[in-house]
């Protein structure tokens, strides 16, 4: 009776042992990865921010020079000149536009639950880095107007006038201020989108590390039982 039972024994042993290698727990997350989440957060949320700063500055520099680039009632001559290039403020108007969605985004990915592990990468990824590219258009599409001889744009020419005092739009010193800090953001959102791309690739290395140490620890829990 003896020897039935102890087989019947092991048998039990190696079967619970299974039951908990198979059943699924809730992962928690190590402090490593904690750390990374919270720096990837709060990354996110400063270029979100920022991204609605740039959107607010360019589009009211943008909507002035619409309102007056036919010339005031009271100016026999056009406010704007003739070779002006407004794309580097529509370019910063889309680029913090696509910025802020990007952005919003990231930040809804762990609320939800039920969106796939590949899917949430895919997203985690792809966030930051369309982020990345936008700001760069934008910077470059600056840059690459406003160091023209010939053509001036927004900020080049309401700069140029922004001593001259304006009883009525456009002020030139209030526009001059609005697309300086519209562009300055949107240099600065380079390297933080950078910043976030490295802290996102950080997290999954640690993950991938982690999932690893897991997997060894439940192969050897499966040898010794079988053992």
């Known amino acids: 009776m003896s020897t039935e039972s102890k087989p019947q024994l ?5 079967q619970s042992d299974f039951e908990s290698f198979d059943t699924p727990q809730r992962p928690i997350k190590s402090p490593l990865l904690k750390i990374t989440d919270s720096i990837r957060l709060g990354l996110t949320v400063l270029a979100l921010l920022s991204s609605i700063a740039i959107l607010a500055t360019s589009a009211e520099t943008l ?7 036919g010339g005031g009632e009271d100016w ?3 406010l704007w000149p003739r070779d002006f290039d407004i794309r580097p403020t529509i370019a910063l108007v ?8 990007s952005s919003g985004i990231s930040l809804a990915i762990p609320f939800i639950p039920t969106l796939p592990t ?13 982020c990345l590219i936008a700001s ?3 910077t470059a599409l600056f840059y690459g107007v406003n160091t023209s001889r010939t053509t001036s744009s927004l900020q080049s020419w309401s700069c140029q006038w922004r001593a001259v005092e304006m009883g009525m739009q456009p002020h030139w010193g209030s526009l001059c201020v609005q697309s300086k ?4 953001l949107m240099v600065m959102m380079i390297p933080l989108e950078m910043g976030v791309l490295f802290v996102v690739g950080t997290g999954m290395v640690v993950v991938r590390k982690e999932r690893a140490g897991v997997r060894v620890v439940r192969e050897g829990k499966g040898s010794q039982a079988l053992s």
């Open 63 to 69: 909507s002035t020079y619409n309102e007056t680039k």
């Open 118 to 130: 590949l899917l949430i990468t895919t997203l985690s990824l792809l966030a930051p880095t369309t």
């Open 10 to 14: 092991q048998s039990e042993v190696i």
């Open 94 to 101: 889309t680029c913090s536009a696509v910025i802020l969605v």
């Open 136 to 138: 760069l258009v934008g």
């Open 76 to 78: 026999m001559v056009p």
């Open 181 to 184: 800090s519209a562009l300055y």
